[in-house]
């Protein structure tokens, strides 16, 4: 049992789950910052059970300041909100009515070196962001990996300072996503657990880890049981939840097929125990979501979570706890300190990213989607787990192929069509 | 053995870190034929230019999704064009290229105007881009 008092986010979570609702959050973050103060406070006033989002945008992430600044006086369009660039008074404004709303707000961001936004989440007193060492640097930078290492220890430190203020600040790994798509869950379980516990290394108490809706129910609901499991034993004393994210991949065309994996995706958080759940919009195969349709997606998720009873049954076991727990034995082996255990484990392909071009990933292993439909790996690279069958040769219609498996079939079903 | 294949240099803007674009071109454009130097993502201007001097491309492919390759895009082309050495280099963007869906016709302009020889929007037929890259290939043989 924790007996961290969590701050305003994390308790707002936790005072859901006890009402055995799930907290549906958006993905949300525009550069006017009078539309995200009205984003903001429409997503506050949705019929659904929400915390609000403050999305950063690209430039900010990679630590262009300069042009956030550049885009907001020419008027060109930012994908988020420039918490940097915009300054404290301005943050101030915007987060202000979603506080009086009694609204907690997450600051989502995807920086491998965040200095600059922790600085920021300081000035302004949010009490929840998002990140890691890993999952903010492989698949959103050419940073090399011992360098964001080092800067998120640094700011786990000072967000752990927010303490002093009498508030406990909460930090969300984004280790269950990773790029997204074809990565088997035993390696997402594994990296978001590693940075759960590379944050609880440098100071926070209040964690939640993440996992990734990915292309098989049954094997979502057997990786998120195996999540718990390792919470419960890796990181006791802490105040955690797991957050689930709606599809990362790519995503249906179709309104009717976008709506029905979002729907899955909120019968997957109850099947598997998830408290909160990052919703995506039929907007998502196209560009970025307006903020009605972001509220749409909210209030249809959390209608279907509460519709969802749990699941009916104890999950499969189809081998994804051994694995995450195959993985992290690995990883703790090499160091006490995680952060350096993490950059060995990545040089010596102990963990090993599937497609992903990071400098630092050394890029031998493959997921593929099996005959059943599920994540396995073709090749599994230096890691301790083991390949389904031998690898094919990719080709660019082929990685198409797999890239479009969900959403061909969420579309079909759109269209009428059910499942076999 | 010499490499006689066209070397084409693939990567995105400076902002994006989107990746499996890049993955998707680099196969096709091997498949093409292309040797492919594929800067991966997060790409400075500066350093793009740079490799682009280092590596003589026949072709220059940059891809964005992430809503900022109209802006970034457009002061890339500008950058690469400066360099006597890529002048009557083919450079072609596409991707997902602004926030609001697809850009409008004046927006494609200043992406051809700042120095691209094509844009391809999202969805685009990809028949367009192949014929576009077989050309210096063929260009090459005969
Ligand atoms: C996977 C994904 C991610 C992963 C990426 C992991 C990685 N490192 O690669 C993660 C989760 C990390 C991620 C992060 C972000 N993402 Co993203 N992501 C996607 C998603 C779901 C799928 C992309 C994908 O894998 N496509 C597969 C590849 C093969 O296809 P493609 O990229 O669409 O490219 C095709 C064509 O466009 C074309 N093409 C592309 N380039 C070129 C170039 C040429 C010359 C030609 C001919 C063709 C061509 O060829 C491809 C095959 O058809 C899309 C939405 C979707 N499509 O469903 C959003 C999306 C691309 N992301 C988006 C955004 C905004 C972001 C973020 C900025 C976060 C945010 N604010 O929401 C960050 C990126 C941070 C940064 N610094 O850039 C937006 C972009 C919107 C826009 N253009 O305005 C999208 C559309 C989602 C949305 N609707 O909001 N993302």
Redesign the pocket.
């Known amino acids: 049992m924790s007996t961290v008092t969590p701050g305003p986010f994390a308790a707002a979570v936790a005072a859901a789950h006890r009402r055995g609702e799930v907290v549906v959050q958006p993905?949300m973050?525009f550069g006017d910052p009078a539309v995200m103060r009205y984003g903001l406070a429409t997503v506050a006033r949705s019929r659904a059970c929400t915390v609000g989002t403050i999305?950063?945008?690209?430039y900010t992430?990679?630590g262009a300041h300069e042009a956030a600044r550049r885009a907001l006086v020419d008027g060109a369009p930012l994908?988020?909100f420039p918490i940097v660039a915009h300054g404290t008074g301005i943050t101030r404004e915007v987060l202000a009515e979603a506080r009086a709303g009694g609204m907690p707000v997450q600051v989502r961001h995807?920086s491998a070196r965040p200095e600059d936004i922790f600085a920021a989440l300081l000035a302004n007193g949010v009490d929840a962001t998002e990140g890691g060492p890993v999952s903010y640097c492989l698949?959103?930078s050419r940073v090399p990996l011992r360098e964001a290492v080092d800067s998120w220890k640094r700011c786990c430190a000072a967000y752990a300072g927010l303490r002093e203020a009498g508030v406990e600040p909460h930090l969300e790994s984004f280790g269950g996503?990773?790029?997204?798509?074809l990565c088997p869950p035993g390696l997402l379980v594994a990296v978001t657990l590693l940075e759960g516990m590379f944050f609880a290394q440098h100071g926070l108490r209040s964690v939640s880890l993440s996992y990734a809706q990915q292309v098989d129910h049954d094997q979502d609901v057997e990786a998120l049981a195996a999540l718990h499991r390792l919470i419960g034993e890796w990181l006791p004393g802490l105040d955690t939840h797991i957050v689930l994210y709606t599809y990362?991949?790519?995503?249906p065309r179709t309104r009717a097929g976008a709506l029905e994996l979002l729907g899955a995706s909120a019968r997957l958080a109850k099947h598997g125990g998830a408290c909160r759940l990052l919703v995506k919009t039929p907007?998502?195969?196209?560009?970025?979501?307006t903020i009605a349709e972001n509220v749409t997606a909210l209030e249809y998720a959390s209608r279907v979570a509460a519709a969802e009873g749990p699941a009916d049954g104890p999950p499969g076991d189809t081998g994804v706890y051994a694995e995450a727990r195959a993985l992290i034995e690995a990883v703790l082996e090499l160091d006490d300190d995680i952060g350096t255990a993490l950059c060995r484990a990545f040089a010596k392909g102990y963990l090993d990213v599937p497609y992903?071009l990071h400098a630092d990933n050394r890029g031998e292993s493959r997921g593929f989607i099996d005959e059943r439909g599920r994540l396995a790996w073709s090749a599994p690279g230096r890691m301790p787990v083991r390949a389904a069958r031998g690898g094919v040769e990719l080709t660019s219609s082929g990685?198409?192929l797999a890239?479009s498996h969900v959403?061909r079939g969420f579309d079909r079903m759109g269209a009428g069509d059910r499942p076999e | 053995m010499k490499d006689t294949r066209c070397t084409a240099v693939l990567g995105t803007v400076a902002?994006?870190?989107?990746?499996?674009?890049l993955?998707?071109?680099q196969l096709l454009l091997g498949e093409m034929g292309y040797r492919v130097v594929n800067l991966g993502?997060?790409v400075p201007a500066g350093f793009f230019l740079e490799q682009c001097r280092q590596h003589r491309p026949d072709l220059v492919?940059?891809?964005?999704?992430?809503?900022?390759?109209y802006t970034e895009g457009w002061a890339l082309a500008e950058l690469l064009r400066t360099d006597p050495a890529l002048d009557g280099v083919p450079m072609?963007?596409?991707?997902?290229?602004?926030?609001?869906g697809p850009l409008d016709e004046t927006q494609t302009a200043d992406l051809l105007a700042a120095g691209f020889d094509a844009v391809?929007a999202?969805?685009?037929d990809?028949r367009q881009?192949l014929d576009f890259v077989r050309r210096p290939v063929l260009v090459e043989a005969g």
């Open positions: 993905r973050g999305t950063l945008d690209s992430r990679v994908n988020g995807g698949p959103y996503c990773l790029l997204g798509q990362m991949g790519v995503y907007a998502e195969a196209h560009r970025i979501p992903c990685l198409l890239l959403q | 902002s994006d870190s989107h990746m499996w674009n993955m998707f071109l993502v997060c492919v940059v891809s964005s999704v992430n809503g900022h390759g072609v963007i596409g991707g997902k290229l602004g926030t609001a391809f999202d969805g685009s990809p881009f």
